[in-house]
C-alpha cells in the first residue's frame, strides 16, 4: 500500500465581499504570486498546500468563494465542510468591513459551530487609500473572539502567518492520535486499517 504524504487534511474557506482580494491572499499563498489584473471568481476555485506543523504534514485544501451576490447559493454550501474560514475584507473598502457582521452572521446560519475563524483585513500596503482604521478590525474581532491581521497579497504582508495560525490553532484543536502508525490513514476515518489494534488493546 502506497504511503500517503501526508498525516492530516485541513479544509479552509475563504469567504467575504467582491474585490476584496480572497483570491489573491490564496494565490500568494499557494504560489508566492501576485496579480494586479482582478478576474473576480465564478463560483468556487481551490487550491493545495501542504504544510508542516508540528511534525505533522498537514495538506491544506483550501477553497476560495466568489463574493458575489449571485453565486451565494452555491457558495454557502461550501461552509459546513470547512474546519477554518477566514473571513476578509478590503481596509480601503468601507463597506466591506460594514458587511463583517453580514458574512459572520452567514458563518453562523451555515457552517460547523467548532469551525475555527479568522478576520483579515487585507490591501495593508495602501495606507494612503485606508478607509478602516486596524483598531475597528481589532474590535470588531475582539467582540467575536476571533484572531485578527492585517493582509497584504500585493505587499507579501502576514499571508503565510495567517494560514499557519489558522491551520495551528485547528491542530491544536484535533485529537491527538496514536504516534508511529504511518501507514494508518487518520484523515478520512475511513479505511482504516491496524488502529484498532494499536489503540485499544
Ligand atoms: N494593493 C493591493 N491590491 C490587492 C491586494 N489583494 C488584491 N488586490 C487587488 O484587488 C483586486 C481584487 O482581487 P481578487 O483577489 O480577485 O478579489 P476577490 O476577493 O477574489 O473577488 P471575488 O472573486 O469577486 O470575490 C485585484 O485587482 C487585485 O489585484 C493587496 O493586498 N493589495
Ligand atoms: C455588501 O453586502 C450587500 C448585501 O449582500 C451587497 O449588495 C454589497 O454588494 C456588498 N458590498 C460589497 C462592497 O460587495
Ligand atoms: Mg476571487
Known amino acids: 500500500m502506497a504511503k500517503k504524504t501526508y498525516d492530516l487534511l485541513f479544509k479552509l474557506l475563504l469567504i467575504g465581499d467582491s474585490g476584496v482580494g480572497k483570491t489573491c491572499v490564496l494565490f500568494r499563498f499557494s504560489d508566492d504570486a501576485f496579480n494586479t489584473t482582478f478576474i473576480?471568481?465564478?463560483?468556487?476555485?481551490?487550491?493545495?498546500k501542504t504544510v508542516e506543523l508540528q511534525g505533522k504534514k498537514i495538506k491544506l485544501?483550501?477553497?476560495?468563494?466568489?463574493g458575489q451576490e449571485r453565486f451565494h447559493t452555491i457558495t454557502t454550501s461550501y461552509y459546513r465542510g470547512a474546519m477554518g474560514i477566514m473571513l476578509v475584507y478590503d481596509i480601503s473598502n468601507?463597506?466591506?468591513?460594514?458587511?463583517?457582521?453580514?458574512?459572520?452572521?452567514?458563518?453562523?446560519?451555515?457552517a460547523n459551530e467548532d469551525v475555527e475563524r479568522m478576520l483579515l483585513g487585507n490591501k495593508c500596503d495602501m495606507e494612503d487609500k485606508r478607509i478602516v482604521p486596524k483598531a475597528k478590525g481589532e474590535q470588531i474581532a475582539r467582540e467575536h473572539?476571533?484572531?485578527?491581521?492585517?493582509?497584504?497579497?500585493?505587499?507579501?504582508?502576514n499571508i503565510e502567518k495567517a494560514f499557519l495560525t489558522l491551520a495551528e490553532d485547528i491542530l491544536?484543536?484535533?485529537?491527538?492520535?496514536?504516534?508511529?502508525?504511518?501507514n494508518v490513514d487518520i484523515s478520512t476515518g475511513g479505511g482504516v486499517t491496524g488502529w484498532k489494534t494499536k489503540c485499544c488493546s
Open 145 to 157: 473572539a476571533i484572531r485578527f491581521f492585517e493582509t497584504s497579497a500585493k505587499a507579501n504582508i
Open 61 to 66: 485544501q483550501i477553497w476560495d468563494t466568489a
Open 40 to 48: 473576480s471568481t465564478i463560483g468556487i476555485d481551490f487550491k493545495i
Open 172 to 182: 491544536k484543536k484535533t485529537p491527538v492520535k496514536e504516534p508511529n502508525s504511518e
Open 94 to 110: 468601507a463597506k466591506s468591513f460594514e458587511n463583517i457582521s453580514k458574512w459572520l452572521r452567514n458563518i453562523d446560519e451555515h
